[in-house]
């Protein structure tokens, strides 16, 4: 099933065209990452699918249906620029957003109190937010986020001013949703954790959108046909194929003409090669979103 579905978008901000004609499909129950430069057009899609905004043309589709009230409630978004209620104390914090959700305010107090325990925060309960440091404060505009469980939750750059400790454990909190079946948009810069997390990517540059599907048939749409190969010896020259590099006993070879890679090894096996191990070259998404982005300009 679809999550949200984006038909024909566009939406100009006086002569500045923000997005054209993109028509994009969450699929429910995967981690999409959704990519992009700054200035790209990624928020305004987002504002776009929560209604903050309307889209000049096209429609958007929330679980299959037009935006209503009641399913937007059901969406948890977290976005880049941060805002809480700094003269407040955590707790009350917590209790109000969750009673905002529909949820009953004895139910939102536990629900907030368990949620500071999941983000490493048991303690910090009845402190003001201005009293808490930023990496702190981003961990309980998390919870926030999340507490409702809410069955789509969009993170803008939710990795942003956290140590690597705390960005492993929102790395958990994702994986968790995913595991629970529920959906999530990851909207990020940090091209190595699009890698660990997403099931899908999509990329939107220049407001339109320029690369849409799975993370590893990307990878491998983006690949170059190169293979690394582990060897006892130096690799000979073989026909069809060129060596890039050698390090020790690892090397990169490059197919030409077509060849596969399982002629390739062939050919060295047949030159008297031990080959130990093989690995087909996969981009990472950094080499692809700077191509996507290079290409696109």
Known sequence: MVALAFEAVDKSFGTTRSLVGVSLEIQEGLVTGLLGPNGAG?????????????????????????????????????PEE??????????????????????????????????????????????????????????????????????????????SGLDPVNIELVKGLIQDRREAGHTTVLSTHMMDQVEVLCDRVAMVHDGHLVLDGALEEVRQRYSVPELVIVADAAL??????RLLSSEGDESTLELLNGLEPADAVARLVEAGVRVRRVEPHRASMEEIFLRVVREAA
């Open 42 to 78: 990624k928020t305004t899609l987002i504002r776009i699918g929560m209604d903050i905004i309307r889209p000049d043309a096209g429609r958007v589709r929330l679980f299959g249906s037009a935006l209503a009230r009641e399913e937007l409630d059901r969406i948890g978004y977290l």
């Open 236 to 241: 000979p020259e073989i026909e069809g194929a």
């Open 82 to 159: 941060r805002g809480l209620y700094r003269k407040v104390r955590v707790i009350d914090l917590l209790t109000y957003f969750g009673e905002l959700k529909g949820l009953r305010r004895a139910d939102a107090r536990a629900r907030g109190l368990d949620w500071l325990a999941r983000v490493g925060l048991p303690d910090v309960a009845k402190q003001r937010i201005d009293a808490l440091s930023k990496g702190m404060s981003q961990k309980v505009q998390l919870a926030v986020t999340l507490m409702t469980e809410p069955r789509l939750a969009i993170l803008d750059e939710p990795f």
